[in-house]
């Protein structure tokens, strides 16, 4: 990611401290994660598998960065840093917000990541669905307008699926794309990528019911304070944990027909449904 | 431009009103007719080119949703109309900018804009880089930092080079990438870009401190109460006026070895420059 993103120093400097300090340290990474161990799976070359993981962990941070602006959650801590629009200013948080998308599409376009050309255009195409009207940013404006709502199940999954699943596949399908696998492979791994999407925000519910603010590392309690639906208020505690377990499960399963090659899949399976933070 | 948008009804319905009233209606599009000029220029598939054209259009509006809003200018009126976080709220707005952003990626990886998939990509790179922290958005970096500041000429330049005259480049290049042409070629095409995209910004900064808020569709003498640093202030009305006849004169001079071919470059440089609003 280092590598990635402009150097400090390069004009306009402001800005571009501004990414780093947005992107680079902290974070849990999950996005980054998958795509790599999907690549790993898919026996990709690794060079390429690590640009795919910065760009897709670039489209999460330019999200975190322009959801915590005071005219969305306005929130001021993330990662146990100042969000950044408080360290910097609200004008800069929206400018790196829009630079890290542009970034993210950028190196997909500029590094070879696949022997067929098609094949990278359709990565991109994957990007810019997931991340789009019909993908996250679609997901967050389903959020904004359900707060005071009561959504049913159905429509808190449809908001879910888009605001985190979308990326969460997506970095899960780019990474195995750097590599050579089946049709019926690739759909193997999306449905796991569907799961363990779903099942992320099931888990950063309950944690965000129960966990306090220093271990969480951003605000808890946030969404409850901002009547907003989540799976604990809806299924309540044992419910939402039955059903993040579930979708573990399911998960797994579809990692299977794998065997050991999708090892760190399934660790990280375990790590987002098992995490306390 | 009606058609590559998301359909009013399609979910979520709000957020994808908001990207049609910010994208459809109004403005000049002097960046579409850049690009379909240039295609026309380098005989073209007119599909194709309507698809950057419009993919460049989409970046236009995106910037200036996020640009009109309070962090940034702070502009109630744009294209005569009300700007969208007005007409909507800034939530929508943020969003609304950030999937446009994401639609111009998509459009440009979707669909087969070049015989050659590796010149498509090298087009998905072009844009990209041109919206970024070294290209537009970088450009509107520089100019919230020069608020107040006394910028020399060529600061001034660099700050347009990048805010308005990257994009506008794009537009030019990723029209022509769209037909066959020489590389000697694409240079002349380029540097036609390069001098339109300046002109314009020179003409924006006369006619901002000429002209009226009804005439212009936007609110007139802003940059002047903002403290921002433009040509007329640097140079006075006349000498931008000659820089700006300069500028077209060397735009023309650079379209002389297509002759015919040019004919709509040509008078898009000569509106670009001759233009009252």
Known sequence: MQRLLPAADAEPQRLHAAMRYSVLEGGKRVRLLLASAAGELAHADVERVNVVAAAVELIHAYSLVHDDMPCMDNDVLRRGKPTCHVAYDEATALLV???????????????????????????????????????????????????????????????????????????????????????????????????????????????????????LGKTAGKDADNDKPTYVTLLGV?????????????????????????????ELADFIVLRKF
């Open 97 to 215: 917000g829009d630079s890290l998308q542009a970034l993210a599409f950028q190196l997909l376009a500029e590094h070879e990541l696949s022997d067929d050309p098609r094949r990278q255009l359709a990565m991109v195409k994957l990007l810019a669905a997931a991340s789009g009207s019909r993908g996250m940013a679609g997901g967050q404006a389903i959020d904004l307008a359900s707060v005071g709502q009561q959504l049913t199940l159905p429509e808190l999954e449809n908001m879910h699926i888009r605001k985190t699943g979308a990326l969460i596949r997506a970095a899960v399908l780019l990474g195995a794309y750097c590599g050579r696998l089946e049709q019926a492979q690739l759909d193997l791994l999306d449905h796991y990528g569907k799961c363990v999407g779903l099942a992320f925000q099931v888990v950063d519910d309950v944690l965000d019911s129960e966990a306090d603010t220093a271990t």
């Open 238 to 266: 044992p419910a939402a944990k039955q059903m993040a377990a579930e979708l573990h499960r399911e998960a797994l399963q579809a990692l299977a027909p794998f065997s050991a090659d999708a090892r760190r899949l399934h």
